[in-house]
């Protein structure tokens, strides 16, 4: 396998204490090598810190620097181009999936990858798709 694709709500279980799982703790102490997630994940992962903050759960910035080392180790995958997001948006509507979602899987699935997630949906479908999976639930 190469790699592991990292999705949002596997780098919350990372970044915020209220998300965090003995899984997640786990994963934390030995990252893999070869880190990888779509261009989509910074929007996605700082969208959700944001929410976390305003809902108090979450001290503001508390999270900022742990962020940005993580995102050091990630490789960030090119946008796909436009024959690309008709695969993707495929997926999405197949597996019944956000186009975020869609986008890690089939990012996984492009690369051999295993894919890291909390997210049920997204994980039952990597396992319709032979994607090995993190759980980090």
């Known amino acids: 396998m ?16 209220s998300q965090m799982t003995l899984a997640a ?25 944001l929410r976390l903050e305003r809902r108090g759960s979450l001290s503001i910035g508390a999270a900022d620097a ?4 993580l995102e050091q180790e990630l490789a960030i995958a090119p946008d796909p181009g436009p024959a ?8 999405a509507r197949d597996e019944s999936l956000g186009m975020h979602d869609a986008f890690y899987l089939d990012l996984a699935m492009e690369r051999g990858a295993r894919l890291a997630s909390r997210d049920a949906a997204l994980l039952a479908a990597a396992e319709r798709h032979a994607v090995e999976a993190i759980d980090l639930r």
């Open 25 to 49: 703790r786990a994963f934390a102490t030995a990252l893999p090598a070869g880190l990888t997630a779509p261009r989509v994940f910074g929007v996605e992962v700082r969208h959700a810190l």
């Open 66 to 69: 742990y962020l940005a080392q």
């Open 2 to 17: 190469a790699g592991v694709v990292l999705d949002a709500s596997s780098a919350l279980a990372l970044l915020a204490p």
């Open 84 to 91: 690309d997001l008709g695969r993707v948006m495929a997926i």
